[in-house]
């Protein structure tokens, strides 16, 4: 079993009356990727940056690499990297000049050039951070994060604000890097990030986990709810009619058992002749859990 | 060691961001220089007595008095400015996030600044040496030199001090010239005090812009003895400890939202 990298028990933190963080635990083994999923507002931010230092916690237990990130300790920041859910650098050094000034504060580094050419920004090494475009400077971001060859990364929404292209190109260089055995700690509230992403996910609402598990196993969860659609006007079979929800032409069925349900309907249709125009069947997409997770949570969540 | 090197490394990043950018070279290098030809060429022919028996032209009394108005600028104004800027931009988050000790970001900054004054009192004695022939004090110049040196430490503590009051970078101009001009009004820089009414004369006291305006003129003038302000350069460290306090236990690193 690998170690863990990050541990982090009963955590919580407090703005004032606001409760954020209403005692979280999770763990990420080194070589991991895990992804903190949840709505704004969540949480997510705060647990993040509880974990790279940078806000105190109120109450809990958090080890990073072995460090409490609180202490600010040096070990810990030579072993780490970071992306914030903002760019935040020098508009007037080049990208080159500012992957190096980065570099140095580091003990172990990765080239400069390659780190620029990992997230594709060689063409841009010596222009102004100033001139370059949004996706640009996140893509800058990350080849800082890198520049200290880091155990342990920590990405806030790190695709937040990119068009499809460029959201694709980071999930590659997140791919790339999880393949040299980095630890990887990402927030995000896309769902097609997480998929692609993460090996795991821990879901958050209202400060608490309310879900946890490989993208698989969450959408495993909710089997049971496949939902078969098709507009019909005329009578339908007992068994399909006892189940469905119809309205107007349109009949709506959740079923737990969907070869068996379609089974029946589609034999029916045959046998008498009826056409099941637009029939779909649906299995939940992630999306779909996610929100129905979340949607539970914040419902149940002030009593919980 | 190494963070050491690290410290003069981080200088020159901050010199090559400073260099390109129009607004803080021209108000850090340029501003004070204009000052000290306008003020010269306005009010330069009156005269006044700078030490006891020592009467000059008014032309010559500006080229301390606006060597102290370099090192405000440069090291107050400049560095609360910038300070701001760069965590409005999240710029001192990301560095905070980083190995780089805190100290040596802060002297990077200060030097940085403090070597900025020191080009500026250069240009100015030049300035002085060439048009009204104010030769450079000899005998004085420790005293002018450690002057300017406490002066440019002072003022940069109190420039990091003073963005704990800053909101946000676009109130910071606002906040810094409305601490710091009244002061170079009443304390005997941008306008020679021959003798000071008595409030003026009270209030400039207690703050440090009068005592470095002093210390830099009298040591400047001053034809016998050392020349050093040594009560002024106290009240001015005063200022620049209590800065250096309140500045540690104010700082932020994260945009103040």
């Not at chain 1, 202490?71 to 080159?96: E, F, N, W």
């Not at chain 1, 990030?193 to 609402?205: G, K, N, S, T």
Request: hydrophobic fraction near 50%; charge should be neutral.
């Amino acid at each position: 079993m690998a170690v863990d990298a990050v541990e982090v028990e009963d955590l919580r933190k407090s703005y004032g009356p606001v409760e954020a963080l209403r005692g979280i635990s999770f763990k990420v083994a080194e070589g991991e990727v895990v992804a903190l999923l949840g709505p704004n507002g969540a949480g997510k931010t705060t647990t993040v940056e509880i974990l790279e230092g940078f806000r105190r916690r109120d109450g809990g237990r958090v080890s990073v690499l072995g460090f409490d990130p609180a202490s600010g300790d040096r070990g810990l920041k030579d072993q780490m990297g970071i992306v914030l859910q903002t760019t935040g650098v020098d508009p007037y050094l080049t990208v080159a000049e500012t992957v190096d000034m980065f570099r140095g504060y580091y003990p172990r580094r990765r080239g400069r050039d390659e780190v620029i050419r990992l997230v594709g920004l060689e063409d841009k090494a010596t222009t102004r951070v100033t001139r370059l475009s949004g996706g640009q400077k996140r893509r800058l971001d990350v080849a800082i994060a890198l520049a200290g060859d880091p155990r342990v990364l920590f990405l806030d929404e790190p695709t937040t604000g990119f068009d499809p292209g460029a959201k694709r190109n980071a999930w590659d260089v997140i791919k790339g890097l999880a393949g040299l055995g980095k630890t990887i700690f990402l927030t995000s509230h896309s769902m097609d990030e997480v998929q692609f992403l993460a090996d795991r996910v821990v879901i958050i609402a209202a400060g608490k986990i309310v879900a946890e598990g490989t993208p698989e196993s969450l959408m495993g969860r909710q089997q049971a709810d496949t939902m078969i659609r098709f507009r019909h006007a005329g009578t339908l079979p007992e068994a399909v009619r006892a189940q469905a929800h119809v309205d107007g032409d349109a009949v709506e069925l959740v079923t737990k058992d969907p070869t068996q349900k379609l089974y029946e309907l589609t034999s029916w249709a045959v046998q008498n002749g009826v056409t099941l125009e637009g029939l779909q069947v649906t299995r939940p997409s992630l999306e779909d859990v996610y929100l129905e997770i979340t949607r539970k949570a914040e419902t149940t969540g002030a009593t919980a | 060691m190494r963070d050491l090197e690290l410290a003069f490394r981080q200088v020159w990043y901050i010199n090559k961001a400073f260099v390109r950018n129009p607004a803080a070279l021209f108000f850090t290098l340029i501003f004070p220089l204009m000052f000290l030809v306008i003020f010269t060429v306005i009010f330069g022919n009156g005269h006044i007595q700078v030490a006891p028996g020592t009467t000059v032209r008014v032309a010559t009394f500006y080229v301390p008095a606006i060597a102290a108005f370099s090192v405000i600028n440069a090291c107050y104004t400049n560095i609360a400015i910038s300070l701001s800027a760069s965590r409005d931009l999240g710029a001192l988050k990301r560095i905070h996030g980083s190995p780089l000790p805190v100290w040596a970001y802060m002297f990077a900054r200060i030097a940085h600044a403090v070597a900025m004054a020191i080009v500026l009192v250069v240009v100015c004695a030049a300035f002085g040496a060439l048009f009204y022939g104010a030769t450079l004090p000899t005998s004085t110049l420790p005293a002018f030199a450690l002057t300017l040196v406490v002066g440019a430490a002072v003022f940069s503590a109190l420039g990091v001090a003073v963005t704990a009051v800053i909101p946000n970078a676009d109130a910071a101009p606002a906040v810094v010239n409305g601490t710091i001009l009244p002061l170079l009004f009443i304390s005997n820089v941008f306008i020679p005090l021959e003798n000071p009414s008595g409030w003026i004369d009270v209030v400039g006291k207690i703050f440090p812009v009068r005592h470095f305006a002093d210390a830099m003129i009298g040591s400047f003038f001053q034809v016998s003895g050392s020349g050093l302000h040594a009560n002024d350069l106290y009240v001015m460290l005063a200022w620049g400890i209590g800065g250096l306090l309140f500045g540690i236990r104010t700082f932020r690193w994260e945009p103040r939202t």
